[in-house]
């Protein structure tokens, strides 16, 4: 402060002579300097002490723990090779925003990752949340390939209005210019922004902030992970996490789906339709079909109403998971299938060959498998399942 006030009058002695400000001005310039730099030293201290807020890092693996065999090139790697303590101590400007614990829950490429990963990191994240009042939000780092499933899992089962951000990298840690860094920076500072309690489960790749919902991985290069039409909520710029929108649709604390009783997941196949398709045959039958589809083939529509027909639940969502879809009624669907032979059978076979059964909205096919493997662990009533479609 002394010496801010010495600095001042040096300046003000060095001022041409033409103009000469009057002594009280100066003497209130010099307080407020004093004053602003005396708040901006104890906001500096504020990030830098003990009360900083804590954070859970939970590492899974993949390419932001991915290491080369010729560092510094762009040669090939092995991802899910560092340890959670080492993508942590990598980035040491993490410490001004956060104390970040840190935890290994796996260390595999994310194609390893399967639906028995989704409940057991889920379960622990629940479990973390509600026996540690202290931490404010959690950090999974995982690979990019199957990073959006493993999100949208977590938006539908962590119980919580905590931040949980998943983060990934599209470049190796030890790559030229690696994205993992920054983007682990990034996923921090919104796992502690009070602006992203009660937003769920949200991707932080390339300075955005993705709801869980709606991101994927549209290629892979930097800059690939994106929302769509509804899906980035916000961004990180120099100042931090800044949000312009919010998910509205059920997700965390307003979830149906708690994991309390639920140890393994129902299983559910995914599928394309084409044309001249003729649908797909299951081997063994499973509890679900999520069929990719933007209208059916009558070869398409019989096989996928004998599938229904045979009590497996069929879904079925754009492959662009773009579209809103006003609810169908499934009943009207359930008729055999035969050769047109009116206009009204014309009419009634273009019925058929529409979407059968449950039909998702704004949804990836991927990502309609997992709600409705979660669905299948409450109820295999249809009327239930497109409400659960038409709530999530
Ligand atoms: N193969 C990697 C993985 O998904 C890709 C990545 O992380 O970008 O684990």
Do not use: C
């Amino acid at each position: 402060m002394i010496q801010q006030s010495l600095g001042l009058r040096s300046l003000t002695s060095a001022m041409p002579a033409v103009y000469r400000a009057p002594r009280t001005t100066v003497a209130a310039l010099a307080l407020l300097l004093a004053t602003l730099v005396l708040t901006a030293s104890r906001l500096a201290a504020q990030v830098d002490t003990a009360g900083r807020p804590t954070v859970l890092l939970i590492a899974t693996g993949g390419t932001i723990a991915g290491v080369q065999d010729a560092p510094g090139t762009l040669g090939s790697y092995r991802a899910g090779t560092l340890s959670a303590a080492q993508i942590l101590a990598s980035v040491p400007e993490l410490a001004r925003y956060a104390t970040v614990e840190a935890e290994q829950f796996s260390n595999v490429a994310s194609t390893a990752i399967t639906p028995a990963h989704w409940v057991a990191l889920a379960k622990r994240i629940n479990t973390v949340l509600h026996e540690r009042s202290d931490i404010a939000g959690v950090v999974v780092t995982h690979g990019t390939d199957r990073l959006e499933e493993t999100a949208f899992f977590l938006y539908l089962t962590v119980l919580s209005e905590k931040p949980v951000i998943v983060v990934g990298s599209q470049r190796p840690a030890t790559g030229i210019s690696p994205d993992g860094p920054i983007n682990l920076l990034a996923a921090v500072r919104t796992a502690v922004s009070p602006q992203a309690v009660g937003k769920g489960v949200m991707v932080a790749m390339d300075d955005r902030i993705v709801s869980a919902r709606e991101v994927r991985k549209l290629y892979q290069r930097v800059g690939g992970f994106e929302g769509g039409e509804m899906g980035t909520i916000g961004v990180i710029g120099g100042d931090g996490p800044e949000f312009f929108f919010a998910p509205v649709r059920r997700h965390g604390r307003t979830s149906e789906f708690s994991l309390a009783d639920v140890d393994s997941l129902p299983r559910v196949e995914l599928t394309f339709s084409y044309p001249g398709g003729t649908g797909h045959q299951f081997h063994p039958v499973p509890d679900g079909v999520v069929v990719a589809t933007t209208g059916f083939t009558r070869a398409e529509s019989a096989t996928y109403l004998a599938l229904r027909q045979s009590g497996v639940v069929v879904v079925t969502t754009f492959p662009s998971g773009e579209n809103v879809n006003a609810t169908r009624s499934p009943r009207a669907r359930i008729e055999p299938v035969k050769a047109p032979v009116t206009a009204a059978d014309s009419a009634a076979a273009a019925e058929r060959a529409a979407p059968p059964s449950v039909t998702a909205q704004h949804l990836t096919p991927q990502k309609v498998r997992i709600l409705l493997m979660l669905a299948l662990t409450r109820t295999t009533d249809r009327d239930e399942l497109q409400r659960i479609f038409k709530e999530y």
